[in-house]
C-alpha cells in the first residue's frame, strides 16, 4: 500500500535553532502535502497545505516565516521550524493522498516527528 | 465548515469485552467520514472510511462503524477488544464535494487491560 515516510522521528534542539522535518511519499507522487500539528492530548490541527512547485497554503494563525514549507518533488516536502522555541515542542505529522485525482482517496500519514526545542 | 466531536476523551475496557467510541459530525454539505488508529508517538492508520453505499462499514482489525445520517453519527464498534488495540482514535470528516482535507474530533483514548 501507499507509504509516507516521515524523518526524523523525534528530535531536539536547543531554542533559537531551526530544524527541518522531511516528508516523502515513498512510492506514489504527491503534488499535495498536508502538514499537521498534534498538542499533547490533543488533536490533529491542519497548519498548512504544501503544493508542489508554488507557495504552501497556511491555515489562519499559522506562521508562514516560522513554519517553512517547501515541497521541491513529488515525492518530497519539507517542514522548516525556524528559531525554534520550547512552545514549538509538538508532534508533526504530515499526509498525503495517493490517488489526487480521486476526492475520496484517503489521506496516508506519515509516523510524526515529535519535536522537543529546550 | 465542518466539525467533528468524540465526546469520550477516554475509554477504559477490558480484554474481550466490546466498545463502541462515539463519533458525531455537522456540516452543510455532504461528507465524507473516517476513522484513524494512532499508537503511541506514531502517525496515524486508516481503520475505515465511509464514501457512500451501505452504512455499515467494515475495517480492519475487527472494527466496524455505521454511519447515522439523521443523528450525524458515526459510531467506531468491536465486538471484542484486545490489548493490543489500546491506542488514540480519531473520528474525521471531509467534504464530499471536492478535494478538502480532513477535520479531525479530539480524538478518544482506548485502554484496554486484562
Known amino acids: 500500500g501507499a507509504v509516507v515516510s516521515q524523518h526524523p522521528s523525534w528530535v531536539i534542539c536547543k531554542s533559537g535553532t531551526s530544524v527541518k522535518i522531511e516528508c516523502r511519499s515513498l512510492?506514489?507522487?504527491?503534488?499535495?502535502m498536508f502538514w499537521y500539528r498534534q498538542f499533547p492530548k490533543q488533536s490533529l490541527m491542519l497548519m498548512a497545505t504544501?503544493?508542489?512547485?508554488?507557495?504552501?497554503?497556511?491555515e489562519q494563525g499559522v506562521e508562514k516565516d516560522k513554519f517553512l514549507i517547501n515541497h521541491a518533488s513529488l515525492t518530497l516536502s519539507t517542514l522548516t521550524v525556524t528559531s525554534a522555541h520550547p512552545e514549538d515542542s509538538s508532534f508533526y505529522i504530515c499526509?498525503?493522498?495517493?490517488?489526487?485525482?480521486?476526492?475520496?482517496?484517503?489521506?496516508?500519514f506519515g509516523n510524526g516527528t515529535r519535536l522537543t526545542v529546550t | 465548515a465542518q466539525s467533528v466531536t468524540q465526546l469520550d476523551s477516554q475509554v477504559p475496557v477490558f480484554e474481550e469485552a466490546p466498545v463502541e467510541l462515539r463519533c458525531n459530525y455537522s456540516?452543510?454539505?455532504?461528507?465524507?467520514l473516517f476513522w484513524y488508529v494512532q499508537y503511541p508517538n506514531q502517525g496515524l492508520q486508516l481503520l475505515l472510511k465511509y464514501l457512500s453505499g451501505s452504512t455499515l462499514v467494515k475495517g480492519i482489525n475487527g472494527f466496524e462503524a455505521e454511519f447515522n445520517k439523521s443523528q450525524t453519527s458515526f459510531h467506531l464498534r468491536k465486538p471484542s477488544v484486545h490489548i493490543s488495540d489500546t491506542a488514540e482514535y480519531f473520528c474525521?470528516?471531509?467534504?464530499?464535494?471536492?478535494?478538502?482535507?480532513?477535520?479531525f474530533g479530539k480524538g478518544t483514548m482506548l485502554l484496554v487491560s486484562p
Open positions: 499526509s498525503a493522498r495517493q490517488h489526487e485525482d480521486r476526492r475520496n482517496s484517503p489521506l496516508h
Open positions: 504544501s503544493n508542489e512547485g508554488s507557495k504552501a497554503t497556511y
Open positions: 474525521a470528516v471531509s467534504e464530499a464535494t471536492g478535494y478538502s482535507t480532513l477535520t
Open positions: 512510492d506514489f507522487q504527491a503534488t499535495t
Open positions: 456540516s452543510s454539505v455532504s461528507v465524507y
